[in-house]
C-alpha cells in the first residue's frame, strides 16, 4: 500500500479542464485500450460508433450470447500505473482528464432514456488508490440502481490490488466483473508492468469467483496478445485453467497495437507483430474449442508454441486426426458431433432432434449456408 501511496503522488497531474461533454468523448474514446470486453472487433477499432455527443457506443455479445449496445468510458485516464503496452500509462505525457461519477450516470441515463444504449461499460486508469477507484465506480452504480431505478446490465472493472470489501459492494450492483489477468505467467507480466503482479491478480480473481457462490454476476479477464513474446501455448493452458479452476465466463483477447506500447517491449520487435490481429482471432477460436465443444488445451494443435496462422484450429486438429472420421452423423453423439468442421453446437442439436423422426440420408439442410456444409462433408457418413 505504502508503495502504491508513493506513485499516487507522482501520478501525472491533471492539466486541462475541457468541458464536461468532451471529457466525455475523449474517455469514451480512450476505454478502447481497456476492452476486457464482449468484442474482439474492438480491438480493431471497429464495431464500435460515436453516438450522440461524442459519446462512444460498442455492440457487444455478452457472455450468455445476449448482443447490446453499451455505453463504455473510463472514469480517469489518469495512471500511476506503468503497463509498457497501454498508451495511457504514467509516463507518457498528454492531457489527463476525469468524470465525477454523477456526470457518468447522467450521461448514461440521458442515452438510456432514449433507448440509444442498453447498458454501461465502466473502466478506469488508476489514479488512486484501488479502492479509492472502486469507490467511484461503486457511487455510479448506486446512482442508477438506486435514485434512478436502472435494473440493466452494469458491467465494472475490478482494480488490481481491490479489498475484499471493495469487490464484495461492486459484486452487490453488478451483473458483470471483469478483472485483467494481462499476462500468461508471472515472468511475462513482470515484463509489462513493475506495479502489476501475477499473484495479487489472481488473488483477486479467486475472490471474485467465490462471491459468484452469494451474488448473480459474470467473470472475466482478458489477455493481452503478443506485447510480452509469450507464445500461445501459454495463454491456451492458462486460458484452461481459468475455465477449469476459477470457473470464468468468459476470456478475453486483446492483440497488442505496436506503436502504442513501450519501444523495448518484446511485442515491438516480433517478426509476427503484424499478425496479432490474426492470432487474436484464432485464439479466440480455441476459445469457442475449449468452451463450447469440448475440447482440451493440449488438443489444440499448435507449431513451435503457436497456433498456426493459415487455418482453423478445428479444421487442423481434424486433419491430424484421421482416425476419428468419418463421423456417422446417425449415430454420434453431441461431442462427437461437434468434432467435425463445419459443426456447431446450433447444428449439433439440430441432428440429434432430426434423429428422432428417423434416420437421416442428406443433413445439407441443417447447415445454414453451402460454405459450412462443404467443410463439414469430407469428415461425415450418413
Ligand atoms: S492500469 Fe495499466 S492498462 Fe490500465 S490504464 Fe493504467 S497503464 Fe493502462
Sequence with gaps: MLRQASLFEKAPAIKIKPDFRERLSLLSRDSRFDLAGS??????????????LGRWL???????????????????????????????RQERDFPRLSLKPEEIAEAFISLWRRKIVHGLFLSSAIFA????????????????????????????????GASEAAIEAAAKLANALSLNIEASAPKR????????????????????????????????????????????AEI?????????????NRVYFSAYQPGLGREDLPGEHLARQNNFFLR???????????????????????????????????????ESNPQFF??????????????????????????????????????????????????AFPYIKT
Aim: charge should be positive; hydrophobic fraction near 35%.
Design 39 to 52: 468484442c474482439a472487433k474492438d480491438a480493431l477499432g471497429q464495431g464500435r460508433k460515436r453516438g450522440p
Design 58 to 88: 460498442y455492440p457487444v455479445v455478452l457472455p450468455n450470447g445476449r448482443r447490446m449496445t453499451l455505453f463504455r468510458t473510463l472514469l480517469s485516464n489518469q495512471c500511476y500505473s506503468d503497463c509498457a503496452y497501454c498508451p495511457l
Design 129 to 160: 488508490h484501488p479502492d479509492q477507484v472502486m469507490e467511484k465506480f461503486i457511487a455510479v452504480a448506486r446512482i442508477l440502481r438506486e435514485k434512478e431505478g436502472f435494473g440493466g446490465y452494469i458491467h465494472l472493472k475490478v482494480i488490481p
Design 189 to 232: 507480466l513482470a515484463c509489462l508492468s513493475r506495479t502489476k503482479k501475477f499473484e495479487k491478480i489472481w488473488q483477486g480473481l479467486s475472490q471474485i469467483k467465490k462471491l459468484k457462490e452469494n451474488f448473480s454476476f459474470s467473470q472475466t479477464t482478458q489477455f493481452i496478445v503478443g506485447a510480452a513474446g509469450e507464445t500461445d
Design 236 to 248: 491456451i493452458w492458462q486460458t484452461e485453467k481459468l475455465y477449469r479452476q476459477l470457473k470464468l
Design 280 to 318: 487474436e482471432h484464432r485464439l479466440y477460436q480455441v476459445d469457442f474449442l475449449l468452451r463450447k465443444y469440448g475440447f482440451s488445451a493440449r488438443e489444440i494443435p499448435l507449431k513451435d508454441g503457436f497456433l498456426p496462422l493459415e487455418k482453423d484450429p478445428k479444421e487442423l486438429w481434424a
Design 326 to 375: 468419418p463421423v456417422d452423423v446417425n449415430r454420434a453423439s453431441y461431442r462427437e458431433l461437434l468434432r467435425v468442421p463445419g459443426i456447431g453446437p446450433t447444428i449439433a442439436r439440430r441432428i440429434l432432434e432430426a434423429r428422432k423422426e428417423g434416420r437421416l440420408k442428406d443433413i445439407s439442410s441443417f447447415f445454414p449456408n453451402n460454405k459450412l456444409f462443404r467443410k
